[in-house]
C-alpha cells in the first residue's frame, strides 16, 4: 500500500485548503454575474429554454 514518506507540514496542508477555498469564492462570483447578467437580459453566451405559454400570457 502506498504511503507518503514524510509529513506534510500545516503551512503546506493550510495553503492547500485556501487554494480550495479560493476557488470556490471564484465559481461563487462567477455564477453571481451570470444569474445577473441573466436576468437584466445581457446574457450573450448563455442559453437558457423560454417558456412560450407564460410568454403569450404575460402579453
Do not use: C
Not at 470556490?24 to 448563455?46: D, P, Y
Amino acid at each position: 500500500m502506498a504511503v507518503p514518506k514524510k509529513k506534510t507540514s500545516k503551512g503546506k496542508r493550510n495553503q492547500r485548503h485556501a487554494h480550495w477555498k479560493a476557488k470556490a469564492g471564484v465559481a461563487a462570483s462567477k455564477a453571481l454575474s451570470l444569474g445577473k447578467a441573466v436576468l437584466s437580459g445581457r446574457a450573450q453566451g448563455f442559453v437558457y429554454p423560454i417558456d412560450e405559454s407564460a410568454e403569450t400570457e404575460d402579453s
